[in-house]
Every structure is written in structure tokens, then in C-alpha cells.
């Protein structure tokens, strides 16, 4: 598989495709925690969405049937390495290896809107 801009290689494995060797490593750790106990509910890739598509005004169409107008931005949404319940409370947690710009905005959208900080690994 060819390499990143941020030189991180997908690693298939467990039939599931993992963005990096640290997220497939922190992966196999959570599953550990998880047959223990430790932590309950675990799953990969889980979306929030940040700020929702935007449409244009709807129109009528000729039968009489309303069309949704034209979409104007797509959503822009956080998807999440892994989220998990420990002790009672939602972890949401990233295998981070470079804090890029766009990813900076997106967790500081997260806590606004959910209140929830990611926990970065």
C-alpha cells in the first residue's frame, strides 16, 4: 500500500483496514481491555457530525411534490478512532501521530458541540 503524506501505511488485519501501525497497536490494546473488563462497548470509527449539509431553499415540483433544494456545503463531521464506556462515562479516543490544522478545528467542534475531549493516544 503506498504511504501517506504523513508516512503512516494501512495495515489490513482482523479483516478490518487500520490507518497506521499505531492505531492498529492501540486497537489490539483496547480489545485486550475490553475481554477483561476493563472497558465495555468498544468500536472503531464512529461519526459526529460537527456541522450538519446545507441546502438550498426547497422547491415544488411538478406534481406537487416538494424536492429538497440544492446542496450548498457538504457536512463536515469527526470521525473517531475508537469509542468506548469506562467506568460509566463515553471515552472517544484518536491513535494521533501529527495534529494537522484541520483536525485542530474539528476536535476543538467536537467538545463545543458534545462536549466530549478527545483523548489522544
Do not use: N
Not at 475490553?34 to 450538519?52: A, M, N
Not at 469527526?78 to 463515553?90: H, L, N, P, R
Amino acid at each position: 500500500m503506498p504511504m501517506s503524506k504523513y508516512h503512516s501505511k494501512k495495515i489490513q488485519a482482523d479483516g478490518q483496514t487500520f490507518d497506521s501501525r499505531k492505531e492498529y497497536g492501540r486497537w489490539c490494546a483496547l480489545r485486550l481491555m475490553e475481554r477483561s473488563g476493563e472497558i465495555t462497548d468498544l468500536r472503531r470509527q464512529v461519526k459526529y457530525v460537527l456541522i450538519p449539509a446545507q441546502y438550498g431553499p426547497d422547491t415544488v415540483g411538478p406534481r406537487g411534490g416538494v424536492k429538497r433544494g440544492p446542496l450548498l456545503e457538504r457536512e463536515c463531521a469527526y470521525i473517531a478512532d475508537f469509542v468506548y464506556q469506562k467506568g460509566g462515562e463515553t471515552v472517544v479516543e484518536d491513535a494521533k501521530g501529527v495534529r494537522t490544522p484541520e483536525y485542530i478545528v474539528k476536535r476543538k467542534l467536537l467538545l463545543y458541540q458534545y462536549g466530549i475531549k478527545i483523548k489522544e493516544t
